[in-house]
């Protein structure tokens, strides 16, 4: 039985949120879904178990579509919101 699980990780974009979301890809082998009002350096690293997502969490809309773009993509959804940074 797999202990793959999937998670959202907010403000992905650099520093602790990038951090955080690449250790749970990498080291410990998760399905990750990135957001990130610019996806920059994210971008790069899409792959089946991770999930960049151009997100602007002050709009709802926006923030509804990516949750359920991450649900569909990465098929399995036990999530774990972070939000690292947040600036308006």
Known sequence: MS???TWLVTGASQ???LGLALALQLAAGHRVA???RHLGQVL???SPTFLPLQTDLTHEACV???I???MHTLDTWHPLT???SFEQ
């Open 3 to 5: 202990t793959s699980q």
């Open 68 to 70: 359920a773009e991450a």
């Open 44 to 46: 790069g690293r899409a």
């Open 15 to 17: 520093d602790l949120g």
């Open 64 to 66: 509804a579509q990516a």
């Open 82 to 84: 972070v939000s690292t």
């Open 34 to 36: 990135a957001t990130a």
